[in-house]
């Protein structure tokens, strides 16, 4: 799902971002926030711009998917 949130929203959830520390200022990075059952991604270079939303133990399966190569093909 693809959401956008207000500047209020932006300022509120601004406190909770954070991104994998194998990441570095030059790279393409994504940031996330999770608030309960709540996970939002967004592009590092872009923290005003869209962002996408999902459950957050959905987002910890594809994680944990990614980490065991299942998605390598």
């Known amino acids: 799902m693809m959401v956008t949130y207000s500047q209020t929203d932006r300022a509120e959830y601004g406190a909770g971002w954070y991104k994998s520390s194998r990441s570095n200022p030059s790279q393409n990075c994504v940031e996330v926030w999770v608030d309960g059952p709540v996970a939002r991604i967004r592009d590092s270079k ?28």
């Open 46 to 73: 872009n923290s005003v711009g869209p962002m996408l939303a999902c459950a957050a133990d959905s987002l910890s399966a594809l994680v944990d998917s990614i980490r065991r190569g299942e998605l390598d093909n």
